[in-house]
Structures are given as C-alpha cells and as structure tokens.
T-cell receptor, first 114, second 115 residues
Framework: GDSVTQMEGPVTLSEEAFLTINCTYTATGYPSLFWYVQYPGEGLQLLLKATKADDKGSNKGFEATYRKETTSFHLEKGSVQVSDSAVYFCALKGFGTGGFKTIFGAGTRLFVKA | DGGITQSPKYLFRKEGQNVTLSCEQNLNHDAMYWYRQDPGQGLRLIYYSQIVNDFQKGDIAEGYSVSREKKESFPLTVTSAQKNPTAFYLC??????????????FGPGTRLTVL
C-alpha cells in the first residue's frame, strides 16, 4: 500500500542555518504530496503542497519539489528562525488506498536555537 | 471565521468509562476524519466519513465509535473496550472525499488522559 518515510528527528539547527527534511514515498499512480506543520499543543496545518510531478510547492520560505523519478518530496528552507521550531509531517493522498485517506509520515521535530 | 472546533481541549476519564469527543466544522466540508496521535509518532486514522449518515473504519477503529447525523458534526466515542486510550485526538475535514488534491483542515485537538 501507499506509504511515506521521512527522516527521523529531532533536527537541531542554529538560527539562519539551512534546513532539509527528507521525505520519500511509495504510491500507486500519481498522488498529491503535502507538508504539514504542527506547533506545540496544536493541530496540523498545511505548509505547502504539490499535485503533479516537477511541481514546486512553497510557503513562508519553505519549498519542496515533487520528484517522481526519485519518489521524493524533500522540504527545504534557506534560513530557519526560532519560530520555525515545530514538528513537520510529509503526507500523500492518492488512489492507492481507495482515494479517501491521507497517509502521513511519522513526523520530524525541528528545534531552532537562537 | 470558518474552521474546526474540538472540545474539550483536555479530558480525563476513569478506566471503564466511555467518553465522547466533539468535533464541529463550519467549512461546509463533506468529508471528516478522526486521527490518533501518540508521542513521537505520526497520525493514525480511526474513522472517516465521506457524507452524512455514512462512515468507514480506519486503521485502528477497535474500541471507538462515531456518528455522522449532521454534515457539520462528527463526534467520536472512546469506549471502555479501547485498551490504551490515552492520546491526542485530532479531527479533520476536507472538501472532497475521494481522490482530489484538497488539503486537510485540522482542529486544535483533544488530549485524553485515562486515570
């Protein structure tokens, strides 16, 4: 079945460092890919998404490119801030599980130090 | 403002008691979902509903029950049959159920603790 694998955390960076969180997926057909962010004690919120191969999603300085050839959707940011400290989830939605489910990775916790 | 509300934010239950978690949305979404989140883990799907008066089991439905009598409401009951109910519960909704590129909108969550 469909699945998402993302790098284990926690990831600890200093402010203004470059961020990469790796995400790879297994899916039938052509799923949509998402990054969600969860701040402490809150629900998840969409950070960015891409719906077809070679699309780049971007928001708040974060970017991710849908790479079908490597089945990847890595999250990047050029200069992180303390306020970016959160848990980041890679996710996909496609027809491999009947099309109704969003499949989430385990999440990667990011700590940014001032 | 449109959104999803969950209540209560914190809930304490004694072993052997059933408890119901509320989820309400005013986004006019057709599909609604319940997830369970344990510390350091991803989200696991409990139940989902694509339309009023219809719902399906997710990956970990045992010990849980739901109803969908109104489009805007999708309450989750944690029964005494659930062996380890202490967790963070998240409700979500989307405009489209099947396929689609739509985003899931999440509520703020309910943290359930069994004493």
């Amino acid at each position: 079945g469909d699945s998402v694998t993302q790098m284990e955390g926690p990831v600890t960076l200093s402010e203004e460092a470059f961020l990469t969180i790796n995400c790879t997926y297994t899916a039938t057909g052509y799923p949509s890919l998402f990054w969600y962010v969860q701040y402490p004690g809150e629900g998840l919120q969409l950070l960015l998404k891409a719906t077809k191969a070679d699309d780049k999603g971007s928001n708040k300085g974060f970017e991710a490119t849908y790479r079908k050839e490597t089945t990847s959707f890595h999250l990047e940011k050029g200069s992180v801030q303390v306020s970016d400290s959160a848990v980041y989830f890679c996710a996909l939605k496609g027809f491999g599980t009947g099309g109704f489910k969003t499949i989430f990775g385990a999440g990667t916790r990011l700590f940014v130090k001032a | 403002d449109g959104g999803i509300t969950q209540s209560p934010k914190y809930l304490f239950r004694k072993e052997g008691q059933n408890v119901t978690l509320s989820c309400e949305q005013n986004l006019n979404h057709d599909a609604m979902y319940w997830y369970r989140q344990d510390p350091g883990q991803g989200l696991r799907l409990i139940y989902y509903s694509q339309i009023v008066n219809d719902f399906q089991k997710g990956d970990i439905a045992e010990g849980y029950s739901v109803s969908r009598e109104k489009k805007e409401s999708f309450p989750l009951t944690v029964t005494s049959a659930q062996k380890n109910p202490t967790a963070f519960y998240l409700c979500a909704s989307t405009t489209q159920g099947r396929g689609g590129t739509d985003t899931q909108y999440f509520g703020p969550g309910t943290r359930l603790t069994v004493l």
